[in-house]
């Protein structure tokens, strides 16, 4: 009887520190896999915000509304860029966003704040081309911000954009 304690006493201390290791390592798989799937959430988060904002643009670009109609959706997209990026008060006057864009050196944007004061309160009639021009601001206005929309449009045609989900799930991670 006492040789077989003696003869299972070394290969159970090797298993009890088998089955510990082995405990720890599950666990820590665990805990690196919830972090992992965190950051595929964000990552899936911003690219849906990038495919919305491409889809709303291209909307606009071909939509049949009168141009002061596409210029108010414009207003829209853009303070609500200016505001999730750069953290500005959504009623803040366009004059007071320019004088916040010249403080910080952001030449592109304060040209397109301009753009937007001359052509909401000038009290003319809005041209179809100067609401393009608008649109293609903010379009490379939002390729800067977010450089994934160019990544995003060269891996779709344009007459695909408005069939993409809400959350696409376009491949960017691997490089032509």
Do not use: H
Request: charged share 30%; with cysteine; proline share 3%.
């Amino acid at each position: 009887m006492i040789d077989i304690i003696n003869f299972l006493g070394p290969k159970v201390v090797f298993l009890i520190i088998f089955l510990l290791a082995l405990i720890i390592f599950l666990f820590i798989l665990i805990i690196a896999r919830k972090k992992l799937s965190k950051k595929a959430d964000f990552k899936q988060s911003y690219i849906s915000k990038e495919v919305n904002l491409i889809k709303e643009l291209e909307n606009l670009k071909v939509s049949k509304k009168s141009p002061e109609a596409i210029l108010e959706e414009l207003n829209y997209i853009a303070r609500e860029i200016f505001s999730s990026v750069f953290k500005l008060n959504k009623s803040m006057d366009y004059s007071e966003i320019v004088s916040y864009f010249k403080e910080n050196k952001k030449f592109k944007l304060t040209s397109f704040c301009q753009k937007m004061i001359e052509t909401l309160y000038s009290g003319e009639k809005t041209s179809k081309k100067k609401i393009e021009e608008i649109i293609n601001g903010l379009e490379s206005i939002i390729n800067d911000i977010y450089p994934e929309t160019r990544k995003i449009k060269e891996k779709i045609q344009p007459e695909q954009i408005n069939e993409l989900p809400d959350v696409a799930k376009i491949n960017l991670m691997d490089e032509e």
